[in-house]
């Protein structure tokens, strides 16, 4: 192939490439419902719809040169439209590399330049750590000031909701209501505020997105042609992934189109949309009266509460920890219940991203739910004399992908209780088989046999909590290892402190 058309193949490459991105955001904008413009706006923030509008023009600019050289006419670009080409440029690759690297090169070069250093946190002007109950258990001004740091990190990612809402007093409130420890909500938060593709904390120019929100935000806009493709059922249910591309990379791929639906998990506390949100209001509508019941609803809860109508009964159904208990949906359901699952989904969304105590009530409520189903199945006797630690391990174990069914589809493709739900059944019926451990006197850590098939929750999310449990207490959980997770979370609230 010879130069000149190498090129003329690239130009068409990069005018298809460009027509795709208007196309597919023209696409969501289309699909977006009007309540969801203001939580869209708030997460997004002016600065944010500065960079998007950056990336049309940039697109645009691009798309049209390149048109230009393929009709063979020579015109010579201005300097306004060079430069804003090379700001797009820029700034797309700055929140590109936030959304696909785990730890993005501006972020090692800052790092370098500034060191480790010293930093202030969770001063009483930037939240409430201080009256904090956790904060008043720990022993030590080290164990204060790690505590603080976990702080801060949690509150850095969204500075505004938690102002509306403080953790400490919000924690503090439903641990209270629900008789839930605060350390299991703290380290929920803790770890999400970090976790999967937040690793480095908020994406500048963004008021309240970390790279973990922006893949949220994308997957609640997931059109529903693909969700309900036969193709994409067919790559999820056959082993064509792992047949061609080997068990690792093909076992993830499979995951990655099975979990492509709307049943997102968000931040701060990774609940997911459906498999926990509508579990809970299903399970507790009394406890929320801010949507069943309020007057003056805002746009969000109003669409929450019509979409929970409309969907409660089908969406999610009992057994939840049993999928396989109901036949698959068909197309006439899909047909009449598309928009309001779309809406149920978004809206759950938008509430648990930027509305704290909404989230903190989801989140006591479903280890409440959780709690009540662990002493249900090894009866009540049992459950009581077992140690808190190993409670609250068994509660952080259900807070992952259940493996063995990834592959397996429910019964309703917008949702995935296959996955979702079933860990809490698998870690239950495990405890179950021995009449002994878990339980009253056990000395050492209980864990499932096979618990690698919750992923990470047996293993990196327990070291992490191991972390957070010994800053509060005597002595660590016995034989789980502790991360060391502070120095890493500092050094991040010190860039985003200094990121526009």
Not at 457 to 463: E, F, K, S, T, V
Request: proline residues 5%; glycine residues 6%; contains cysteine.
């Amino acid at each position: 192939m010879c130069t000149s058309t190498l090129f003329r193949v690239l130009a068409a490459g990069v005018v298809a490439a460009c027509a795709a991105f208007i196309f597919g955001e023209l696409s969501l904008v289309e699909d977006l419902f009007w309540f969801e413009l203001r939580p869209l706006m708030n997460l997004v923030g002016f600065s944010g719809l500065v960079v998007i509008g950056l990336s049309n023009a940039g697109a645009l600019i691009l798309a049209w040169r390149a048109i230009l050289f393929l009709r063979g006419k020579s015109v010579a670009p201005s300097r306004v439209s060079t430069l804003i080409l090379f700001v797009a440029i820029i700034v797309a690759l700055w929140v590109m590399e936030y959304v696909f690297m785990e730890t993005p090169v501006t972020v090692r070069l800052a790092m370098a330049t500034r060191g480790d250093g010293e930093i202030a946190v969770a001063h009483d002007s930037d939240g409430d750590a201080a009256t904090f109950s956790l904060a008043r258990r720990t022993v030590g001004p080290d164990a204060r000031h790690r505590l603080r740091t976990m702080y801060e990190r949690i509150r850095i990612n969204n500075p505004e909701a938690f102002a509306r809402h403080p953790i400490g007093a919000t924690i503090d409130k439903y641990a209270r209501r629900y008789d839930v420890d605060a350390t299991f909500l703290f380290f929920r938060a803790y770890i999400n505020s970090f976790y999967g593709e937040a690793v480095s904390g908020p994406v500048p120019f963004l008021r309240a997105m970390t790279a973990e929100s922006i893949r949220d935000v994308i997957q609640i806009h997931v059109p529903a042609w693909f969700i309900e493709s036969e193709v994409r059922r067919w790559l999820i249910s056959s082993s064509f992934f792992n047949r061609t591309l080997g068990s690792q990379l093909g076992f993830k791929l499979k995951y990655a189109f099975h979990k492509a639906n709307l049943d997102v998990s968000t931040q701060p506390y990774d609940v997911s949309t459906f498999s926990d949100v509508l579990l809970v209001m299903r399970e507790y509508p009394e406890e929320f009266p801010d949507v069943f019941a309020s007057s003056e609803q805002d746009p969000v809860r109003e669409a929450l509460h019509e979409a929970f109508v409309a969907v409660a009964d089908g969406a999610l159904r009992r057994p939840y920890e049993d999928p396989y208990h109901w036949a698959a949906f068909d197309d006439d359901y899909y047909d009449a219940k598309r928009a309001d699952l779309k809406r149920f989904t978004r809206a759950a969304y938008y509430l648990t991203a930027t509305d704290f105590d909404f989230a903190t009530r989801i989140q006591a409520l479903l280890s409440l739910y959780q709690t009540r189903y662990y002493e249900r199945r090894l009866g009540g006797e049992r459950w009581a004399g077992i140690p808190d630690w190993q409670k609250i391990v068994m509660l952080a174990m259900t807070r992952d992908l259940y493996t063995p069914n990834v592959g397996h589809l429910g019964y309703n493709l917008y949702t995935l209780p296959e996955l979702n739900c079933t860990p809490v059944n698998f870690v239950a019926s495990e405890a179950s088989r021995n009449p002994a451990v878990p339980g009253a006197g056990q000395a050492g850590l209980w864990r499932p046999d096979h618990y690698e098939y919750l992923w990470a929750a047996a293993g990196p999310q327990l070291r992490v909590l191991n972390e957070v449990w010994v800053l509060l207490n005597e002595d660590p959980i016995p034989g789980v290892r502790i991360d060391d997770t502070v120095d890493a979370a500092r050094r991040v609230i010190a860039l985003a402190k200094q990121w526009p």
